[in-house]
């Protein structure tokens, strides 16, 4: 823009974030309202070194606003979360957006947290849709939680936004295949009592139908532990295989809240520690499959999972029992 014809506003924060391999996710966005201005947005995040396909910051703005536009006479309980599925055609991009009340310098504001994708990454994304509304609303409670008490957000917001990219970028090129073909399993080994045995692969089939087709998979070689991924995925439905995850043979994932079944490698030292608070996070209960030493290990049934789940997300519906 040139020098004669100014900004209207000032310029918007952003921060590029560096992510292995292709990031579907164009940007994210948090956005608010302010009453004389209208919607603002306060910080823009977006995958680093991904040229033509990344929007200018000027578009992202424009979306951004647009997911605030006729909010301002929004009426929801203290507490609400209402969740926004917009697909502008004419844009070429979908947008999810979760609008909540938040306080910003003493005052209440109504604020947007958005996530936008291409318009033809649809299908990839809609799988997945539950479990990054899930993510996101976790973001906006510790999020919330921290405006209440004056510190910066933007902070909370970057170190939970940037596993949400990493999760959409590892999805992109390791997820499962809709379609599990019988010979990529160890249902296929002529020497499957060898390569895995019956009774360790009895209790890991039983166990992962009873955590309701939740698992995760740990191990060394990253060939075993995607053989048994394929294998417990045969028992899952085409949609709950697009939100499941083989491993990575370069280097392990995180574990990521929300996945059905997921590959992951041990370290360099031969061990491997699942992370209790975020499998707690979980819609479902777990089973905890080890390739290497033919171990199955289940969390507790549903009902105690839902009551563990419920205790753990107490402090975050409840401000005044978390401390910074």
Request: proline share 6%; glycine share 6%.
């Amino acid at each position: 823009m040139s020098a004669a014809c100014p900004p209207q506003s000032p310029a918007v924060a952003k921060t590029e974030v560096v992510v292995d391999g292709w990031c579907p996710l164009l940007a994210a966005t948090f956005a608010y309202w302010d009453n004389i201005l209208g919607p603002r947005v306060r910080h823009i995040w977006a995958p680093k070194g991904q040229g033509s396909l990344l929007l200018s910051d000027g578009e992202v703005t424009f979306l951004a606003n647009h997911t605030l536009n006729g909010e301002i006479l929004r009426s929801a309980e203290s507490g609400a979360v209402d969740v926004k599925f917009f697909v502008l055609a004419e844009k070429g991009v979908i947008i999810v957006s979760l609008i909540f009340d938040g306080e910003l310098k003493g005052d209440k504001n109504t604020c947007a947290l958005s996530i936008i994708l291409p318009q033809a990454e649809l299908g990839f994304y809609l799988p997945l849709h539950s479990v990054c509304v899930e993510r996101l609303k976790h973001i906006v409670r510790k999020g919330r939680i921290r405006m209440q008490k004056g510190y910066n957000i933007i902070s909370t917001l970057t170190s939970e936004i940037v596993p949400i990219m990493e999760l959409l970028s590892s999805m992109k090129t390791h997820n499962v295949p809709e379609e599990v073909d019988i010979k990529d399993t160890v249902l296929n080994d002529d020497d499957i009592g060898d390569s895995c045995h019956e009774d360790f692969l009895h209790k890991s089939i039983s166990s992962h139908l009873q955590t309701c087709g939740c698992s995760v998979v740990v191990g060394s070689n990253p060939d075993k532990v995607n053989k048994i991924v394929l294998t417990l995925c045969l028992f899952l439905t085409p949609t709950e295989r697009k939100c499941s995850r083989l491993c990575r043979a370069e280097g392990s994932f995180k574990y990521d809240t929300g996945l059905f079944v997921q590959g992951l490698l041990k370290d360099s030292t031969g061990s491997f520690v699942l992370p209790y608070r975020q499998v707690l996070y979980s819609p479902y209960p777990s089973t905890h499959i080890d390739v290497d030493i033919n171990t199955v290990k289940q969390m507790p049934p549903c009902h105690d999972h839902q009551r563990g789940r419920h205790q753990l997300r107490q402090p975050l519906q409840r401000p005044g029992l978390l401390h910074p």
